[in-house]
């Protein structure tokens, strides 16, 4: 088949509603052999989401969280471990406002600078069509520290900072087990040198911002 192929939603029921929803799609769809075929495949929506990188170029610093993640226990895995905060994206906001709410509500934090390095990737395209964008920040580490999170959501966030380099390591020694954290590491190993050019100890930085 040489021409793109297609594809088309038929049909479309929700087969769960709740604090997620899943969705039942018939699907028809080209074959890259010729000819179509309709298919069934269950969707998980639980919107876009937003994961955050802060940075403090001075201490050369990473702003990590680590709570419990119930992905990870139910594989038999544990489910504490560092990770980006990260958040979802409310109707209406763009990916920079959620991130410095995000940053605020999980660790107490202001994000300066913010820029999107990431619009948005599918975290996993088979069964899902949420998103998540990474932005990246620059904080003050020295205000880094305690315990946060919205605690009518059940949340309970330690604040967790690591060095660019112990991040990086992580990364690629396959400890850090948080895709959108591994993703961030690989960028900062390719962009640290630059950024912290931009920001020299004890000297504020420009209005102009990041450049990225």
Known sequence: ??????????????????????????????????????????????????????????????????????????????????????????????????????????????????????????VSAGGTSERIALVFGVIDSSKAGGIHGEAAEGEDIKTVLVSSKEFIKRAETGTLKDMKSLAAAFWLAQNRSRIRKQYKPGVKAKKSGLKV
Do not use: C, H, W
Not at 40 to 60: C, Q, S
């Open 1 to 122: 088949m040489n021409k793109k192929p297609k594809a088309k939603i038929i049909s479309k029921k929700r087969v769960y509603d709740g604090f997620f929803k899943l969705d039942e799609y018939e699907i028809e769809m080209d074959k890259y052999g010729g000819g179509k075929q309709t298919i069934k495949r269950l969707v998980f929506e639980r919107g876009n989401a937003v994961a955050i990188m802060g940075y403090d170029p001075v201490t050369d610093k990473v702003l990590l969280t680590s709570e419990m993640r119930p992905g990870p226990l139910v594989a038999g895995d544990d489910p504490f471990y560092d990770s980006l905060p990260a958040g979802g994206i409310n109707k209406g906001e763009t990916a920079l406002k959620a991130a410095k709410r995000e940053m605020r509500e999980e660790t107490g934090m202001v994000l300066k600078d913010a820029v999107v390095i990431n619009p948005g990737a599918y």
